[in-house]
């Protein structure tokens, strides 16, 4: 698929750098409040795939609010969002329940046994807030996914996310507004057809009494070759079946899809067997994500092994062995100090870093709308110390 042009000028960005640019940002946003106008739903933006910040008053322009799946991520969203705050959690913990509820204006409980233990945690904290009303959902698990990497499947077999119907509890479901589901995985809307039919199929005769329903994330909407159309008239179909039920999407990759890259340095150039180079990056400490799903990051100007002139295997800063983000080719010979640049490392990416080794972690910034560099984020020693104990 093209890559989105990229108006950055790297020679002005810091290394190692995340850096996002803006205009990719908006047009992704654009895009997002397109889907959501016409088909009368509502995005919002799941942190645990994008949660740059610094970024929340361009966002909050298009999306309503944030989804969370923690305290922490729940306090992210109110005190630096400020739209509606919705979260899901596998779990709760009694030691943050209060705070989490104080924060919410939906929680989703993923069984009836956290709902009926925290019931009255909700009552109490609805008389003390009254003013901000909380509305809370069970999440389900439609038992049908088309992901096929187990890591990020929610429907593999026995998944601890979500109430299947053999389990399901409808004497329990006083008190509940909502039913949220999540089975996908930057998929298309076919997945979701298919998710949709084995959710209705299960749960279809408990959607008309809640005031909501909640699709989940993994909605690749910002990709250039999704069904853009389709998601618009399955979301429209669903809402015309089930009249006043309101919908909610919550990705967070079509959010910060191909909104910005990495920026490392060659720093040294070895040779065993074939020829190295050892970058300023990592790819167990800056792109884990290239490890868990897995995949392999695309690099400007770069090929595949032997496509063009010149091929090193690259590798990371740390002393971990496996730290190598694989063989790469380039048109002349790499040269220390030269600019090596990952693509599309902002969503998914940024959330998972790890101070590992104590290496250097990338700074963070945005490459304004006005053609600047702007930093946003310079990270510290004490970052890393305060971390640790």
């Known amino acids: 698929m093209p890559y989105p042009k990229i108006s950055i000028d790297f020679s002005q960005v810091p290394s190692p750098c995340y850096v996002l640019e803006e205009t990719r940002l908006r047009a992704n946003l654009e895009l997002l ?8 739903v509502k995005i919002i933006c799941a942190l ?52 989490v509820l104080d924060i919410a204006d939906h929680i989703s409980f993923n069984s009836f046994s956290q709902w009926t233990r925290f019931r009255k945690d909700v009552e109490e904290r609805r008389l003390r807030i009254s003013a901000r009303p909380i509305s809370v959902g069970i999440r389900v698990n439609p038992e049908y996914s088309e992901v096929e990497t187990d890591l990020y ?60 329903v ?25 809402k015309a079946r089930y009249p006043g039920v309101d919908v909610i999407l919550e990705p967070g990759e079509a959010v910060g899809w191909r909104t910005g890259e990495l920026v490392s340095t060659v720093e040294d150039l070895v040779t065993n067997g074939m020829p190295l180079a050892i970058l300023d990056v990592s790819v167990s400490a800056h792109m884990p994500d290239c490890l868990e799903m897995p995949y392999r990051p695309g690099i400007i100007a770069a090929g595949d092994p032997g496509e063009k002139a010149h091929t090193y295997r690259l590798g990371g800063g740390t002393c ?25 490392m902002i969503h998914y990416t940024m959330v998972k870093t790890t101070f590992f080794n104590g290496v250097k972690h990338p700074d963070i910034g945005i490459w304004t709308a006005e053609g600047k560099f702007r930093l946003v984020r310079k ?11």
């Open 379 to 389: 990270f510290t020693y004490e970052q890393f110390r305060d971390k640790l104990s």
């Open 214 to 238: 909640n699709f989940g994330g993994g909605h690749h909407i910002t990709r250039e070759d999704y069904h853009v159309e389709g998601l618009i008239e399955v979301l429209q179909g669903f």
């Open 48 to 99: 645990k795939g994008f949660s740059m910040w610094s970024t929340f008053p361009l966002v909050r322009e298009y999306l309503p609010g944030c989804t969370a799946s923690s305290l922490n991520e729940a306090r992210l969203a109110r005190e630096e969002f400020g739209g509606e705050v919705h979260v899901y959690a596998p779990v709760y913990a009694s030691s943050e329940i209060r705070e």
């Open 320 to 344: 971990l062995a496996g730290d190598v983000i694989g063989d790469f080719s380039f048109d002349r010979p790499l040269q220390v100090g030269d600019r090596v640049v990952f693509l599309d």
């Open 153 to 212: 499947n929610p429907c593999s077999p026995f998944s601890r996310l979500g109430v299947v119907r053999s389990e399901f509890r409808p004497e329990l479901l006083e008190g509940v507004e909502g039913l949220h589901f999540h089975a996908l995985c930057e998929q298309d809307v076919d997945a979701l057809e298919g998710v949709l039919a084995s959710f209705e199929q299960k749960f279809g005769e408990f959607i008309p009494k809640m005031k909501w």
């Open 33 to 40: 409040s397109r889907v959501q106008r016409e088909a009368g």
